[in-house]
């Protein structure tokens, strides 16, 4: 009975946002039993669309690309600072195709292993912090970087000019004030080796991958339908990378599927959808942001979505809500733990560097929302 508890209390532990989805969803099942209805709450190509992106872009990792092409990027004399300015903005950039957990889980441990190979662990904290912001506000840019933004798309049914009219700026505010904090160092000169230099692996399956990243692409952009990419995807896996479906986080599919059952549920309670409808009639922006704290901005984004019709609000809202507290957006969580596994890693120093940037994006980025038209 022990071992049973002990796996079970770490994948409580490991997919703790998996479990409260499946709890709520289950709590508004005794609310609303099972009916026809039922069907009409999941979004089947979101979640085709994020199985084919997770799994191509699983296999672009597996094949070196991140890491070739940060190499490429960081070898040679560098002024610290702009070493600093480039492993900030290499998940900036990445995670609009990536997505940001990917870019970090990526990077977090190359910086690791770049900042001890040249002697400077002491700004570790600072950078892995500005990375995770980076990765949270970069992802933001496109659809296809976070799952919020590909799931309010869909639901909404935004062209990428309307969805772009509303991340763009506050992509741009987030490319200045990253910047300025990675450049805010003093000016040094160091020289950075690899012990040896990496090269695309499979270049036969990366080439294939890169096919199906753009399949992916005009599907996000409908282009081309949801259906023929995921039957795509799933026979080129099949053929010639079969290991890649078990590196799809299934789990988050899971979740998706479970908030869309308490988010369809809690539509039909007429006294919460009546809160509900009165917050976000209020300011949605905030509701949302706040929200995003709580139960972060994916599940935000799913669950208030049915109440409102402010998508730009909405939008904004848990994108930006992705910055404040260590659980508004997961990836927050990833860089974290990359973190504790270095040498020396503090944790109250970290969630307190973590904090104080968190408080000052957010306040930084809401006025910038504001002044944009974003918060009602």
Not at 13 to 37: G, K, T
Not at 60 to 75: D, I, N, P, S, Y
Not at 94 to 104: E, K, R
Not at 123 to 144: D, E
Request: with cysteine.
């Amino acid at each position: 009975m022990q071992p049973f508890l002990n796996k079970l209390g770490g994948f409580v532990r490991r997919e703790a946002v998996l479990v409260i989805s499946l709890v709520c969803a289950l709590l508004s099942m005794l609310a609303v039993p099972p009916d026809a209805a039922y069907a009409g709450y999941i979004d089947l190509r979101v979640l085709c669309l994020l199985f084919c992106l997770m799994a191509v872009v699983a296999g672009l990792q597996q094949c070196g690309l991140l890491t070739v092409l940060a190499q490429r990027l960081l070898t040679g004399r560098k002024q610290l600072r702009l070493l600093y300015l480039a492993l900030v903005l290499l998940p900036f950039f990445c995670s609009m195709l990536i997505t940001n957990d990917v870019a970090l889980i990526t990077f977090v441990p190359f910086t690791v292993l770049v900042l001890g190979h040249i002697g400077r662990m002491e700004a570790l904290i600072r950078v892995v912090v500005l990375q995770t912001l980076a990765a949270n506000l970069g992802s933001m840019a496109t659809p296809v970087g976070n799952p919020q933004n590909l799931f309010l798309c869909s639901y909404y049914g935004l062209s990428f000019g309307a969805f772009l009219r509303v991340v763009l700026p506050l992509t741009l505010v987030s490319l200045v004030a990253l910047s300025v904090a990675a450049l805010w160092t003093r000016g040094e000169t160091i020289e950075i080796t690899f012990p040896q230099r990496e090269h695309i692996a499979q270049p036969r399956l990366f080439a294939l991958l890169c096919l199906l990243f753009v399949l992916c692409l005009l599907s996000v952009v409908h282009v081309l339908h949801y259906g023929i990419t995921t039957a795509v995807v799933a026979l080129c896996l099949l053929l010639c990378a079969r290991g890649l479906f078990a590196r799809v986080d299934y789990a988050l599919l899971f979740t998706f599927v479970c908030f869309f059952i308490f988010a369809g549920n809690i539509g039909r309670i007429d006294t919460v959808r009546a809160v509900l409808e009165r917050l976000l009639s209020a300011n949605a922006y905030w509701t949302s942001v706040l929200a995003s704290q709580v139960i972060s901005n994916v599940p935000a984004a799913v669950l208030l979505s049915g109440f409102t019709d402010q998508w730009r609000a909405l939008l904004a809202g848990v994108d930006v809500g992705g910055l404040g507290t260590p659980i508004a957006s997961l990836a927050s969580l990833i860089s974290l733990k990359l973190y504790l596994r270095a040498e020396n890693a503090s944790l109250p120093r970290y969630l307190l560097v973590f904090t104080l940037a968190n408080i000052v994006g957010l306040v930084l980025l809401s006025a910038a929302a504001f002044l944009f038209g974003c918060v009602g």
